[in-house]
């Protein structure tokens, strides 16, 4: 079983920058296409981006522009950069594969506020 730990979140001011890491075990992990997904108080869980094992990448209309995710296959490691933040970003943020398909991890927590 793949574990999965976020981190890199944190406060920031409408308008600031953040930068996500995750961290998966196994070997398994350059496999997979790998997502970003978000979760804001009393909504669903949606995904913001994901990367394929060649690094194409899709990303939600309302991060287009502002995030990229990128991976380290030989790190077992994806990246989310997050410019140009809005309140509405304010979530805890899971990577997981795409469809996820492994145990959450604990996330990481993004709270974007003047």
């Known amino acids: 079983q793949v574990q999965l730990v976020e981190s890199g979140g944190g406060l920031v001011q409408p308008g600031g920058s953040l930068r996500l890491s995750c961290a998966a075990s196994?070997?398994?992990?350059?496999?997979?296409?790998m997502g970003w997904y978000r979760q804001a108080p009393g909504k669903q869980r949606e995904l913001v981006a994901r990367?394929?094992?060649?690094?194409?990448?899709y990303y939600a209309d309302s991060v287009k522009g502002r995030f990229t995710i990128s991976r380290d296959n030989a790190k077992n490691t994806v990246l989310l950069e997050m410019n140009s933040l809005k309140p509405d970003d304010t979530a805890v943020y899971y990577c997981?594969?795409?469809?996820?398909?492994?145990?959450w991890g604990q996330g990481t927590q993004v709270a974007v506020s003047s």
């Open positions: 997981n594969s795409f469809p996820a398909g492994w145990d």
């Open positions: 196994g070997s398994i992990f350059r496999f997979h296409v």
């Open positions: 990367i394929s094992r060649g690094s194409v990448t």
